[in-house]
């Protein structure tokens, strides 16, 4: 993949990932650092969604938090005491939002790319495990509440 566009994706999903958080739960998410993946296979613990994109661009994003963080963006949302369920919903609803304001940046910038969106699924438990086939992946960590939450952007190898 060219990497004007790897960089562009990139800071797309990392503007969007700390000003959607501010939006909603006016805190700020301070980056801790970006690293590229080296192996195929990462574990995460706590509440995960997963949405992926198509279109001149191709791949999936992963946001990945403690439950505790998700707690907080599920009662920015509008909630009070989340059940597991409420987890999933929230970290699959801020997720959407991140991609949604990501992709839109994307296509704004790069004219004709027509990126879309897949629906959000979300995950919640401890140790899971995710594999990226035939896919170029950064890491980027994030602390806010003395959390880390995690973004990771999987572009498709062409």
């Not at 503007?15 to 080296?38: A, D, P, R």
């Not at 574990?43 to 938090?65: L, P, Q």
Request: charged share 20%.
């Amino acid at each position: 993949m060219d990497k004007s566009i790897e960089k562009l994706v990139l800071e797309s999903f990392i503007k969007s990932m700390c000003s959607v958080y501010k939006n909603l739960t006016n805190k700020e998410l301070i980056i801790k650092g970006v690293e590229k993946m080296l192996s195929p296979a990462f574990k995460y613990s706590g509440a995960v969604t997963i949405v992926g994109f198509s279109g001149m661009i191709s791949g999936r994003m992963i946001v990945a938090m403690p439950k505790e963080l998700s707690a907080i963006v599920y009662e920015a949302l509008g909630g009070e005491q989340p059940s597991d369920d409420d987890l999933l919903l929230a970290v699959g609803e801020f997720g959407n939002m991140v991609a949604g304001n990501a992709i839109t940046q994307i296509n704004n910038h790069l004219k004709g790319a027509n990126v879309r969106l897949s629906p959000p699924s979300s995950f919640l438990g401890e140790d899971l495990t995710f594999f990226n086939f035939k896919m170029s992946a950064h890491n980027i960590l994030f602390e806010s509440e003395g959390l880390v939450s995690r973004l990771n952007i999987a572009l498709k190898e062409v």
